[in-house]
């Protein structure tokens, strides 16, 4: 009997069945209750308890620690300087092709000083085409 009145209690009020408690002193009620307005009416009366919720502790967020996993920073710096001097030196040995002031073979040979980091510089670049001219 208890089970079927609690799992009608717990539709009729859209709770669930662990939250609902009879008034052993009004059992016999209870026990008469067939229609949900009969269990709507011993809610008001008191004679079926709802307990409230529980709900589950709440965890706080911790603070993002800063690690040496979560530092970001450029690490290769070197690698970034040769990219950009390489890439500024190779379109300028390009253009000077294009212009007709350097051949093939030594436009050839400066790339190959190029990526061996032979010029600082454009301007160093610039001195040494001016030295194989003369």
């Given at each position: 009997m208890n089970l079927n009145k609690r799992n009608l209690a717990a539709k009729t009020m859209k709770v669930g069945k662990d939250r609902i408690t009879f008034v052993r002193a009004r059992l016999e009620e209870i026990k008469e209750a067939i229609t949900k307005q009969d269990i709507r009416d011993l809610v008001v009366s008191g004679a079926i308890i709802i307990k409230p919720i529980k709900g589950r502790k709440t965890n706080t967020k911790r603070k993002n620690k800063r690690g040496t996993g979560k530092i970001k920073k450029?690490?290769?710096?070197?690698?970034?300087?040769?990219?950009?001097?390489?890439?500024k030196l190779r379109s300028?040995?390009?253009?000077?092709?294009?212009?007709?002031?350097?051949?093939?073979?030594?436009?050839?040979?400066?790339?190959?000083r190029i990526r061996?980091?032979?010029?600082?510089?454009?301007?160093?670049?610039?001195?040494?085409?001016?030295?194989?001219?003369?």
């Open positions: 450029k690490v290769n710096k070197r690698k970034q300087e040769y990219v950009i001097i390489t890439r300028y040995v390009q253009e000077m092709k294009k212009q007709g002031k350097l051949n093939d073979e030594e436009g050839k040979e400066i790339r190959k061996n980091r032979a010029f600082k510089s454009k301007a160093n670049l610039k001195l040494y085409i001016e030295e194989l001219r003369r």
